[in-house]
């Protein structure tokens, strides 16, 4: 059963720091793994998707990486703002058979202080 | 685009009642799926559509969950009859395929006291 875990649950930096927030998967067999925002009261927006023969992806001041291999996707959040305080989701999409649904972490709560 | 529409955005009942959660995917996408969230357990897949076909149920608790999807642009999520326990906010995403992004609604903030 794939399972996907983010570390720490919670992360404060005061705005303009670079950050990473990590991702982790237990099986390797992915078809392509997502990731997503999420602000209180809100649905999830999608932020950035990768396909498994990709390495990274960037849109503006994220950049996210995939290492199948070792199980681990990176967000990268360039020049930190207090805009982007929510709480971020990873998510994978096994290769197995049609099978299209998405496994969620539990997500990162961040919050950038002005 | 108006995205994808749920209804209602907060539903209070009590215990034993029947609620019905609404969703409207956005049009021209063909995989529909029903998430629950709650703090303790995060996101968890109830049931998944394809082209209004349900794929994969294992994700719904218990009988007293049903999920329906008559056509392309309109789908269910019936709880009868409803407990405490299922207090959570209840998703409804849509996708176009396996290469396009999940697009989420705002959610139903169900409250079962």
């Known amino acids: 059963k794939q399972e996907v875990t983010q570390i720490p649950a919670a992360l404060s930096v005061p705005e303009g720091e670079n950050l990473v927030l990590n991702c982790s998967f237990t099986?390797?067999?992915?078809?392509?793994l997502q990731w997503f925002r999420q602000d209180p009261g809100k649905g999830l927006t999608s932020l950035l998707l990768?396909?498994?023969?990709?390495r990274e992806q960037t849109s503006g001041r994220l950049n996210a990486s995939l290492d199948k291999s070792s199980g681990r996707s990176t967000l990268y959040i360039a020049a930190s703002q207090p805009g982007d305080s929510a709480t971020y989701l990873c998510?994978?999409?096994?290769?197995?058979?049609?099978?299209?649904?998405?496994?969620f972490g539990k997500g990162i709560t961040l919050s950038v202080r002005p | 685009d108006a995205g994808v529409i749920q209804s209602p955005r907060h539903e209070v009942t009590e215990m034993g009642q029947e609620v019905t959660l609404r969703c409207k995917p956005i049009s021209g996408h063909n995989s529909l799926f029903w998430y629950r969230q709650t703090m303790m357990r995060g996101l968890e897949l109830l049931i998944y559509f394809n082209n209004n076909v349900p794929i994969d149920d294992s994700g719904m608790p218990e009988d007293r969950f049903s999920a329906k999807m008559p056509n392309a642009s309109f789908s269910t999520l019936k709880i009868q009859p409803s407990e405490p326990r299922d207090s959570a906010v209840y998703f409804c995403?849509?996708?176009?395929?396996?290469?396009?992004?999940?697009?989420f609604g705002n959610g139903t903030r169900l409250t079962v006291t």
């Open positions: 995403a849509s996708s176009g395929d396996r290469n396009s992004p999940l697009h």
């Open positions: 099986d390797s067999a992915i078809y392509n």
């Open positions: 998510a994978v999409t096994l290769t197995a058979g049609a099978n299209s649904k998405l496994t």
């Open positions: 990768i396909q498994s023969s990709q």
